[in-house]
T-cell receptor, first 107, second 114 residues
Framework: KNEVEQSPQNLTAQEGEFITINCSYS?????LHWLQQHPGGGIVSLFM???GKKKHGRLIATINIQEKHSSLHITASHPRDSAVYIC?????????FGAGTRLTVKP | NAGVMQNPRHLVRRRGQEARLRCSPM?????VYWYRQLPEEGLKFMVY????????ESGMPKERFSAEFPKEGPSILRIQQVVRGDSAAYFC????????????FGNGTRLTVT
C-alpha cells in the first residue's frame, strides 16, 4: 500500500463542473502539498497546508489531520484546468508523492 | 525574479555515457531538492542539498549517481554510465529555508537513454 493514495486516478469533467480530488496518507506529516503538473511537464506548487483550509481563486484545499485526509476542489472548472494533480506529504525534508490524478475538463 | 531554472530541457544520451543535469535555484534559495519521475510513475525523492552539503541522499541510487551544490553555480545531478532505466524526467525544486517552506519547481530535464 502506498503511503500517499489519491483518488480518482483519472477524472473527466464538463466545463463548469465542481471537481474534487482526494488524498489519504499514512505517514506522519508536517505539511501536505498539492501540485499541478501541466501537459508540458512543468510542476507548479498550488498549496501547502498543515491544517484547515486554503483558497486561491477557484481552487480550495482542505485537510483533516485526524483522518489523514486532504481534498482539492476546483469550482467552475475550465479546460485550462486539465492537468495532473499530485498530492505530496512532507515531513521536514522527506516528501512522499501520490501517483497523481489526471483531470480532463471538456468544453 | 527568475524561477528555478533547469537545463537542458531535453537530454539524449547513449548507454554508457554520462548525463549532467543542472539546476539553478530561485534567487535567495539555498535548499535544493532533486526528484525523479519514471515513465507512468509518480515522483520520487532523490537528494536534498544545501550549499556545499548533501543533507539527505537516501533516495539516490548508491552507484553511478551523484549530486552537488557548490558555493558558486548551479546544483548538478550527475549520472555516470547511463542505462535505459535511467530514462525519466528529473525535477529540481528549491526553497529558502528547510522548515516546510513552499517548494518552487523547475520545468524538469527529460533524459532519454538510447
Amino acid at each position: 500500500k502506498n503511503e500517499v493514495e489519491q483518488s480518482p486516478q483519472n477524472l473527466t469533467a464538463q466545463e463548469g463542473e465542481f471537481i474534487t480530488i482526494n488524498c489519504s496518507y499514512s505517514v506522519g506529516i508536517s505539511a501536505l502539498h498539492w501540485l499541478q503538473q501541466h501537459p508540458g511537464g512543468g510542476i507548479v506548487s498550488l498549496f501547502m497546508l498543515s491544517s484547515g483550509k486554503k483558497k486561491h481563486g477557484r481552487l480550495i484545499a482542505t485537510i483533516n489531520i485526524q483522518e489523514k485526509h486532504s481534498s482539492l476542489h476546483i469550482t467552475a472548472s475550465h479546460p485550462r484546468d486539465s492537468a495532473v494533480y499530485i498530492c505530496a506529504a512532507s515531513n521536514n525534508n522527506d516528501m512522499r508523492f501520490g501517483a497523481g490524478t489526471r483531470l480532463t475538463v471538456k468544453p | 525574479n527568475a524561477g528555478v531554472m533547469q537545463n537542458p530541457r531535453h537530454l539524449v544520451r547513449r548507454r554508457g555515457q554520462e548525463a549532467r543535469l543542472r539546476c539553478s535555484p530561485m534567487k535567495g534559495h539555498s535548499h535544493v531538492y532533486w526528484y525523479r519521475q519514471l515513465p507512468e510513475e509518480g515522483l520520487k525523492f532523490m537528494v536534498y542539498l544545501q550549499k556545499e552539503n548533501i543533507i539527505d541522499e537516501s533516495g539516490m541510487p548508491k552507484e553511478r549517481f551523484s549530486a552537488e551544490f557548490p558555493k558558486e553555480g548551479p546544483s548538478i545531478l550527475r549520472i555516470q554510465q547511463v542505462v535505459r532505466g535511467d530514462s525519466a524526467a528529473y525535477f529540481c525544486a528549491s526553497s529558502p529555508t528547510a522548515d516546510n517552506s513552499p517548494l518552487h519547481f523547475g520545468n524538469g530535464t527529460r533524459l532519454t537513454v538510447t
